[in-house]
């Protein structure tokens, strides 16, 4: 098992560009989360699924932002038409449902500079 | 009023001593409580998680639950240079299925 992925790892864009990233969440892990943190901030919650079916969407996931989890498996996380504050680092998580409690799992991130 | 508040330091401590963090949250339902250690430019790594007031030790690590007063602490023993990081503390709401996380609090251990 190797643990959550993300990639890409870096991006750099620029301001209107749509990116798009990519989570594998480990193996039989039901559950998989978006987050976005910015400097000097804790990890802000965005988005939330249960196998394919996305359960919870902050209100900071403005309608330029779109994520997917076809399948239950991987997920992806469009941001379209990007402006300077989407710069931040996008973290996905995965986690296993269980009566014993719900520990969350965190991929290495992807960073995304809008120029 | 945040979820979840920390005191974002930078706090710093002799290497060998005791490092304590702190943790406060609003949802008095919170069950779920979790410390997370961040290096700079780094992922969240989860060091320990804790449901049931008390104490609850791994290692040099302690993590501390009081529901009544609704605050969470972690204990670092035998502080070491490599436990220099942003220490996050999150919480799972009543009817959430997501972590709350406080800003998090810079510890540096002075070699």
């Known amino acids: 098992d190797t643990g959550v992925s993300q990639n890409p790892r870096h991006k750099i864009t620029k301001r209107g560009q749509n990116v798009t990233f990519r989570c594998d969440p480990i193996s039989e892990h039901n559950r998989l989360y978006w987050y976005r943190q910015t400097l000097g901030q804790g990890p802000e919650f965005l988005t939330y699924f249960q196998n394919e079916a996305q359960l919870e969407k902050s209100r900071l996931l403005s309608d330029r932002f779109s994520a997917e989890r076809p399948k239950g498996s991987f997920s992806t996380l469009e941001i379209q038409r990007t402006e300077q504050g989407d710069s931040a680092m996008y973290l996905c998580a995965s986690s296993q449902d269980r009566r014993s409690g719900n520990t969350i799992y965190f991929g290495e991130g992807s960073w995304l500079t809008v120029v | ?111």
């Open chain 2, 1 to 111: 009023q945040k979820e979840v508040e920390q005191n974002s330091g930078p706090l710093s401590v002799p290497e060998g001593a005791i490092a304590s963090l702190n943790c406060t949250y609003s949802d008095r339902g919170s069950q779920s409580f979790f410390w997370y250690r961040q290096y700079s430019g780094k992922s969240p790594e989860l060091i320990m998680s804790i449901y049931s007031n008390g104490d609850k030790e791994d290692g040099r690590f302690t993590a501390q639950l009081n529901k009544a007063s609704q605050y969470v602490s972690l204990l670092i023993r035998d502080s070491q240079p490599s436990d220099s990081a942003t220490y996050l503390c999150a919480a799972v709401p009543v009817g959430a299925n997501n972590l709350f996380f406080g800003t998090g609090t810079r510890l540096t251990v002075i070699p």
